[in-house]
């Protein structure tokens, strides 16, 4: 292990997507996480495709760099094993519907009076408390009701859901921090507390700028293409061959008469309709089918070259592909390989986080399904090998 | 100020919305962030609509809470005032072009000569390193060059961008959490880093299952309208009088049963096409047309009521006006008031960060341009009332 993090263990007992990219994101940057799943299925993101070999990709990609150790929590020396961990824990995450812990005889007082030091954190789609707490949410629930499916889109079109699970995926980086956050204050206070994370508060704190426009304006935000709410030009053209975005922004006003003069149309400089990127914005009607028609002349390669020249911002639309083998994203190894016992190397994205000091580094495998559960029981709890022979006969791990 | 992050001193030096989202979520969380402005213009967000009385709602939003401190950072007597500043802080955040502090002198090794448990912070288009290192960029130019636009759409359509600044929002959250892992590592070494995020990086980090599934199949993800790209049924379906999002995923695979006598078609419970999850995503193009047909005949609350009696997850697709209106936002208390000296009280989207212990709170407003300027030289560089004057005179705050 490497990284900032080094020294901090968390028992995640989260699956699927939200706790899983939360724990990742902590693990690779050097966090010890024991994966605690259920004995014989496991998280059941095992099972989703596409598969390598038989093995999750999807699996794969979240759960590098963690171990996993079987439990029974619903068993009581299963729960005695996890009360005995939880006291040589940092963080406790989990992300089962509001409740479920406090059936199983496991909520946040119960694991405090084991640990008082430890952070506890529930990620769940609507947030412990509130008339919706107790509804399943999944990625898609959350952002159809959070918002951002109206606002992504063609203008007038029906609802889009971004190409990510952003309501998994928010929620996962919002509870890091707030996790962060609390060991943070423990160094001054000696004391853990609870982090409760919802899906859905996530997607608003996401779109804090849709509201912002919406309880300045009353006018209810609607998906634009490509296109920014606030700033014109700021979006996608079709060009002769592709696509390619351009943004200028406010205080890069002065590009806006080298944009004009690039593409042909030096009459809209002093134009005063589109003198500022907000009024561009307001008279975005008149101004857009001008820019449509001027884009269209030229390839993306040759428009690329030709505003990179005037330094207006602008890049490529690419695909996933075309991302993977980018020069820049080469250079900063945002690819990088896991070794995997059956489905050989794999390639999975890296973390973001590069540091000076204590540089994170993502390069150990996803865990088989217990594949540390003696490891750790010994390790961790001084169990013998009898005894862990025990727990297992008796379904407890 | 309250949270957990009392007591840490973040000098942020970053404007529009990637560092100061970072800043704002860490102040949201009790940190004192000293908003570092260049003198008579600010930061570029303070003249972006839309305008509440004249002042603007993009930054009020994000810059809540926050003090305001003009300093010139080109003027030899601002660059001493800044890194007396350095000298008193824990976090130094900005998100200039690289190469931009170096070029004031103010780079890193030099922030660090004064300070060495300062943790420094850059947040950039494409890292302080690479081919691309220099390109200036902005949200929608690496949400186009990360993927996410292709991946984002309807099936053959053009790219659409997500309706939320994803590129710099998903950086901002990527480098708070990264500050807070360096903050957590100087308590064990002593000693502060650099930390480098790129936004072009944090798009491929966010979308690690897209990259995991090409890796894994060769094929290029595509824009999928409101679908998931593993499961199904997980997407929006029109409705008698609306959008309705439905999700069934690997593990709640009992449910679909339910959901078929639920849309009377029992007949495709035991059609060992669409028997599991991943099956019925292969075989997508049979079942849609089944699907779509028959969510068309109720409206959306005919079906919201009968789906949830049987546990499917499900939910309303919001626009932004509903989202507000949201009885679990308001018992989240995700919309609050933050009072405004000419806006009067506005409101503004929470923190989604709920702690039991140090919870966060979010109550002041944004500051005027150098409002606090005087308070932080008097009260954390001990100056007095004429140095301050004079300083002001030679142009240097």
Redesign the interface.
Known sequence: MA??????RILDLSW?LSGP?CSM??GD?GAEVIKVERPISGD??R??????NGES??F???NRGKKSLTLNLAHPRGKEVFLRLVERADVVLENFVPGTMKSLGLD?EVLRACNPRLVYAAISG???????AQ????????????????????PG??????????GD???G??A???I??????R???G?G??????M??????????????????GE??Q??????P??TP???F?TKDG?????????MSNRWPLFCSAIDRVDLIDDPRFETG?NR?QRYGELEPILSEAMRRKTTQEWLKEL?NL?I????????????A????A??R??VEVPHPRAGP?????????????PPKVERACPDLGEHSREVLRDLLGMGEEEIEELGREGAI
Not at 3 to 8: F, S
Not at 47 to 52: A, C, E, H, K, Y
């Open positions: 990284g900032p993090l080094e020294g901090i699927v990219y994101a902590l940057m059941m993101a099972g989703s495709g596409p598969f390598i990709s999807y794969i990609s979240l946040y609507f947030g412990q408390t509130g008339p919706y509804r399943p949410a999944m990625d898609v629930i959350v952002q159809g009701m959070g918002g951002i499916m109206s606002v992504t889109g063609e079109g029906p609802p889009i859901r971004p190409g990510a699970s952003l995926i928010v929620a980086l919002f890091a921090m707030a962060l956050a609390a060991l943070q204050e160094e001054r206070s004391l507390q609870m982090v409760d994370i919802s859905l508060d996530c997607q608003v704190a996401l779109q804090e700028n849709a509201f912002a426009r919406y309880f300045a304006t209810v935000p998906p634009l293409g490509t296109r920014h606030v700033f700021f979006q996608a079709q696509y390619i975005v351009v943004a200028m922004v406010g205080g907000w914005t990179s330094d911002p602008c890049g490529p639309v690419n695909t996933i592909d075309k991302v993977a980018d020069l820049q994203i250079h900063r945002m690819i794999v390639k999975v994205v890296n973390t973001p986080v590069r540091m000076s000091r204590t």
